[in-house]
């Protein structure tokens, strides 16, 4: 599959959230227990922009099919060079590699948007996406143990991260 990726549009708004929405059943992917209406993520929405914190959309045939967002982590000043970033895949894109090329490019761009570190918050027993960013170098940088119930059954977030650079100010590392 190859990727062509845009900037989104409040117009796609709908259709990221209706991606989103496909996998609240799985239990694997988000701590949404139930669908999210599309109202609920416009300032989510706008929290993005090409610039620092960029939503990216997929299109296959017209068809938004993929979407990828650089959130801010903890969202204070020190933390700005550091960004979470989420795929989230139309059920008949998943299994193609497309996951693979959109965190390829994330962490290709990251530098352009001031992105040194970049973080991914999965679901302990979400093992595709564990390894998806394993593969890319990410390492578990922490466990939150148990923090989320999913159907009566206790979940852990596992941290994984990634420096992309060397820190600013080596000698305040050393």
Do not use: C
Not at 44 to 64: D, I, K
Not at 83 to 105: F, T
């Amino acid at each position: 599959m190859s990727l062509t990726y845009r900037d989104a549009t409040l117009d796609d708004l709908p259709a990221i959230v209706a991606i989103y929405n496909s996998t609240v059943p799985s239990r694997q992917v988000t701590a949404d227990l139930d669908p999210v209406p599309v109202e609920s993520r416009v300032a989510w929405f706008h929290a993005h922009g090409p610039q620092a914190r960029p939503l990216w959309v997929v299109e296959e045939g017209g068809t938004v099919i993929a979407w990828l967002s650089f959130s801010d982590f903890y969202g204070r000043p020190a933390y700005s060079r550091t960004a979470e970033v989420s795929i989230y895949l139309d059920e008949s894109a998943r299994g193609k590699g497309l996951g693979k090329q959109l965190l390829q490019a994330a962490i290709d761009r990251a530098p352009a948007l001031g992105i040194d570190t970049v973080l991914g918050f999965v679901f302990g027993h979400n093992a595709p996406s564990v390894r998806l960013f394993e593969t890319f170098g990410f390492e578990p940088w922490g466990t939150l143990p148990r923090v989320a119930v999913l159907d009566g059954v206790e979940r852990d977030l596992v941290i994984l991260g990634r420096r992309l650079a060397a820190p600013r100010n080596a000698a305040a590392t050393a």
